[in-house]
């Protein structure tokens, strides 16, 4: 964010006595040209006026942004370098003021945009950046349009289940996957919800979700079988019954005292960690080909706590990636 | 809190655009009318001002009714739906401005008349809300008293031994378990302390314990052995020796991180979700038959982490002793 | 907030060791049963996805109840006591969670409803609780309805022109003046704006201001020639040229160091009690009939100072109101 | 706090790199020996749990002394140098955990004998430190003891007029001056309140502040008369009809913005600066002959803001003092 | 900060539903490209090591950089619109991790440097921004080696005097004016201080600042004479005794409660807008050719509080030398 | 930090109702004399302006000072009081304002006397308390030279490798093992990183750490292995191969939401117990004669979580040399 001049003595630039080995996030993911091919590219979608309770999801992109130049492209945990990876920050899908419906088409619209931008870049993946939880009905809509007669599975780190009715409150953050099994873009049979937890959800929706043969795991079940497990199970499942899989991290799946800042966090909810390998080890599937991170609300953060982690779940999520790029592991 | 006039055309109302099937716990634990047969009735205890360092536990009371719209009735990991039990809103015991042994008075008299007047009430169970930890001693005479001839344990989560000589300073929220034990109401072998810590205790009133007969289990027992197996050893224990168990919950038993609106906390603590299960668990114990949830701070809270997590003790205790009305699991 | 059950012998009650002559505008402030009389009624407007940037000021009305209990009904500083007066609180205007046509729709009709309710009490004024400066449009319309025929006069407390077009980002925050313009509702030569503060509106929009013969003061005018002066001017010159004034007070014409929560204010602003002082005047104005206060965010709050800085106005309208009821001064 | 031992070398001592002119007022306030002559003594009276709401004044104290590094002994704004007066740290009145009446009689008892102990220094002056409001009633009642024979005035910066009734609740920090009243240590007419506050107060004790013969002002006259004309008023009639003149200083006078640390403060209030003023006035005045400070509540404050205001507070009535010691101005 | 590529369709840009008429500071100062003609330029000192306290005012620029996105370009108060003015983000000059000397040397060439490449632009005016208060002196010189043999003229805004000696802790931010005296660069006769505040500073230094002919105002003379009277004075004596004005703004001029950001303010200082006010006018001054704004500290701020006033304190300014560039008022 | 003055009577002293038996670490650590012999002394090392990133760190020791009246000296969990033993504090290293080779200078010749004056107390052990991590690298130094001719070993509890190149930023808080290895003054082959995280190194450094022979464990093998076994093989492998080990704790080891009080910390880090447990175990091994905790800085600590967080270390510590003094477990 400093800047750019240098003279020619270099005496003002945009460095603060930094060593010249280190590297940062920063420095690493650059914005897009709309040309340069890219394996993955960041996008933002700064809608929070769709959320039931008020949200500052919509800075979440920003917030994100600026939060690079915190971290190092460097996976020591997985011993794993980003750098060679083009990682690019595609910029913000464009919302408007008060008319959310068009909203919600412009994310249909520009993800289905950049769909066929990307199409030529061969292991091209986004990572989309919310926005509050409605933003991935119209996101899965417009990956299920681009591939278009494809299975697609649905993985969903949530406290909630999401699959309020549409017709009380219209499309907000507690609808949309209600909004895409009602629009049969994703079947009941290949969505699993991962950390549904006690006294957030009512049991008319567990009844719903029941019905429409979703299957989920409460935290109670993270705790016993451990995520690893509940993971194998899912994949196994999932590699054999679709085609593609889609990712959605709500943030407030984790523990209130590890994110403030969502609207949605519950006291017992799941560690910081635990989310970090889940994600590494879905970005190494090969049928995962997006990831969206919505419900972090940089007002209500204390410090930078949810955003860091917020950053290092796209990071961890890179890391799986690259890893896969590289045929390995 | 809203509030109550409805248009007949229902523009000006109480609700926010809200889902008709949502249901908040706000909506479902009402008022007690002083008739109403109630399985569970919450009472306020606002005293704090006998606490040793400066607390506004008194406002527990209030911040846990103001989080109640934050949660809803179904607990998603035990698949327990709470909302067919009746739990209610008794209010508060009226407390003296500056005269803490009338406080105590009141409690010990107002938790008799409370006692009285739900007696016909076959299973009613009162879930006290403190207040600092001092009000455990009256309120544990007035358990005894109602229960005149039955032995009681006590089950206490805490961080403190809780034993401080009463000469010193009068009973205070360092005080509670001496006070029971110099006054006969329970004996030292029925008081089991879960989550003593480590430079939270002096070493006298370690050797007053161990003289009293109490059994306690350190933090770093509860790391090494499980909770779950320090749980079964104590119940196993007191099903065999005393008649009905009280459970005492100071919330500064938990880490410091998790539960910053206390003034006792400290680093290295118990996790939340660890006590929202032990609590689970002794709700469905037949002869518990009281809780009180003591020394939440509001005033020191950050966001609202130590209310929320109150509260979800509160609701995980419900839940188990939903599951024992049920006849269950 | 606390309740309501009070066994026989007083120890259960919702009153903590209170004074006998103490009396909080919580306990004076009822909520309206649909049929009382009364002098003025609160009517609360949980908008705020209408909002530029983002703000949680839909939950200003419920903040501003829970902050009465802080609050006595005795103006010491202008010897007036409003406990004679009938205040009540009519509840919230019904909002949609998506829809924000549908909301604004709400208020014009809500408001409607509630003008006809209560046009038979011949004193009745609203006092209405946003939400963000949305609001106004749809609530000075439902005012001009009511009082069709009448010229209707605004005076304004804002930082901002708040004459943003309509056409790039529908009715929002930035807004409401436009389309009271646009609609013929208000006409520009009876809108007096003050607290127009550098660097927070755009030259194309002092121009707009100036050709659609709005007035406006400017903080610095405010400094130099004082708000007392001001008024007075303002009210010479609506007093004879409208039938009626409705005022808006958006917060964040209040300094930044007095009003931390409001996405808008900024430093070099109104002082708390410069505002006090003109909306207790204003209330003692015969043609004054309405007033709303809006862009209240109690989530930026730095503990309860805006929201007491906020309800602090209010009062200060009451006081004037009755000095006013009182045919006085 | 940091401390003692150096080295012979120097290189382990307790300054960080300080300049050898550099002269904090936390060098020159040192504890008191019990013997030493001093000018004047700070005494802490950390009692708050007889405050009507929650309060961590009690902390108020040792808050003040760890700022006083914060600050140099010399006043720049009237050019008095503090460093020659012998200003002492007396240390704090010893309080009961929990028997609040003995608090009180341990502040009437050693003041009473910090009284007799200095009654050889010609001039010693005490800076009594809250603690709540409630200390004043047994801190004047010793000073009028140890003065017995003298009229009594009292000048007090307060928010709130403190005359509640003691029956309902005890002597709180409601109270004091009816304490005061009741028992005859002074006479209403000799008691002046200046900064009361609109919506702080019930009209019943308006009329008995009225009926004693208390004179007060309130904000709205501060603002409109200034409080230097104000405070000629109060001296030019106090020292005509009494002997000595105890201040006491209720931070709550103060405005919120500038005072978030205390129970008390609303928007509207007093600002810093004029306090400041105030105080170093009153410190000039020959018959002032003690002063107190309380309801500073170091728990509720953002950042350093109250701590910092109350130590400047004290520190501008010691330069006032100054001057009178130097016979001066 | 958000971004770039905009596809055709213009579904994904960088502004989210934004009115085109709206202008922001963020859009109007663009990086510098080291070519272009500008009439001011901001130029970053990320230098606080420094610092006497503990200080993260190397963070100021970049703090100030993002604030800029909350402020339009006109000036309402003042009827000023900067828009056509070129201000350009130069950028930062380079600093050491550990090598304070080197940092001051690099400030001294690095502004030597650009004042040699912006020799051409015959208006053009430095905005400095640190870093802490000493980074004023190689400041300075630099600015009066690049106008070798002009009488340089200085007006501080400071709490402090900031004349410590050099010898106990080397050049840190309390002794920039000291080593701008002792170099010989300003004389005495020509540095004038405002704001000067009480138990800040030692006497010691109030006498050496006596001895070397600088004149100083403090607060209370502020308070008592009115800053406009105060830089009428200071204006007619500089005008006619140097050749060219430095201002330096040390932020902790202004009162805790409106820049709690800073290492150094202290309660009852100066008020933003009076602050405002006086760099405005200073912006008009002839011969006022560079300002510098030290000691904002983000890592203190609460909100955005205190980087919004700075932020304003350069835009103030920058509307005075608007009006100077016009040739007006 | 109270005070001392106590009158005959008892009335006016320190304690504020406390308990007799009570007894707290800041009673039992009492400044050092100079001359009393001492099992371990604490010395602060107020350095932080050789830090990269801003940091208060400087004020760490004075703020675990501060805080020794929370812990008392009782370790419940491993049942060791630590009373009998006797720890005294030593004070600060003085530090130089602006010369930060002088600083490092400080500490090597500061701690060299400190080695010289206690080397008569046989099991004399010191904590350091820091100060930025490039405290580390003079520390170690003062060590190995008072124990010329042993084998140094370091363990290391840290996020990062800390191997900066010392040419581009001269030795910061990147550095210390860097300038311990080219200095020569520990082989890589004995030192043994703990913690290293993803995202917060590069990777030519951890090129560098491999190329040198040290041994680094990553969060994720914490995780897996478990940290009691993996010091299990540190300590195996180092008490074979060095003579005496020095224990370096930077505190952003640990998980974000558990220490937000450092400039360092990320999310997914060590949990505070598991630190504790580790300290504690390296207490009781023999060849420990060292341990520093650096990289505190309580101007970002959320409440007191950080600064009670790191004092637990300090004290875990104490425990297991304590047991070790007792010749014991």
Chains 1, 2, 3, 4, 5, 6 share one sequence.
């Not at 003021?97 to 289905?112: E, K, S, V, W, Y």
């Not at 009941?188 to 006690?198: D, L, M, N, R, T």
């Not at 995520?227 to 709500?250: A, E, G, K």
Request: aromatic share 8%.
């Amino acid at each position: 964010m400093s800047f750019q001049y240098i003279e020619p003595s270099g005496l003002i630039d945009r460095r603060g006595g930094a060593d010249r080995m280190d590297w940062k996030v920063s420095q690493w993911i650059s914005p897009w040209d709309g040309k340069e091919e890219m394996e993955a590219g960041i996008v933002g979608v700064p809608l929070s006026r769709s959320s039931i309770s008020p949200s500052a999801a919509s800075e979440a992109p920003d917030a994100i942004r600026s939060s690079w130049r915190s971290f190092t492209p460097y996976d020591a945990d997985h011993d794993v370098d980003l750098s060679p990876m083009r990682v690019r920050d595609v910029g913000n899908i464009r919302m408007h003021t008060t008319d959310i419906p068009r909203c919600h088409q412009n994310i249909l619209r520009g993800m289905g945009e950049l769909y066929e931008r990307t199409a030529v870049y061969p292991r091209f993946l986004p990572l989309i950046v919310g926005g509050d939880h409605s933003i991935t009905s119209p996101s899965v809509q417009a990956f299920a349009r681009h591939h278009a007669g494809k299975a697609i599975g649905l993985i969903q780190f949530d406290t909630h289940f999401d699959v309020r009715n549409l017709e009380d409150g219209g499309p907000s953050n507690g609808t949309p996957i209600r909004g895409l099994l009602e629009s049969g873009v994703v079947q009941g049979g290949h969505v699993f919800q991962i950390g549904i937890h006690s006294f957030a959800n009512v049991l008319a929706y567990r009844d719903y979700v029941k019905e429409q043969g979703i299957t989920f795991y409460t935290m109670h079940q993270v705790r016993k079988e451990g995520l690893s497990r509940i993971l194998s199970d899912v994949l196994h499942t999932l590699n054999r019954s679709v085609d593609l899989i889609y990712v959605t991290v709500d943030l407030d799946v984790l523990d209130l005292a590890s994110l403030p800042g969502s609207p949605g966090p519950s006291p017992g909810g799941m560690v910081s960690w635990e989310l970090f390998e889940a994600v590494y080890r879905l970005g190494k599937e090969e049928k995962v080909r997006a990831l969206d991170l919505v419900c972090l609300d940089p007002f209500r953060d204390v410090g930078m706590l949810s955003v860091k982690t917020a950053a290092h779940v796209l990071l961890s999520f890179l890391s799986g990636y690259k890893v896969r790029l590289d045929g390995g592991k």
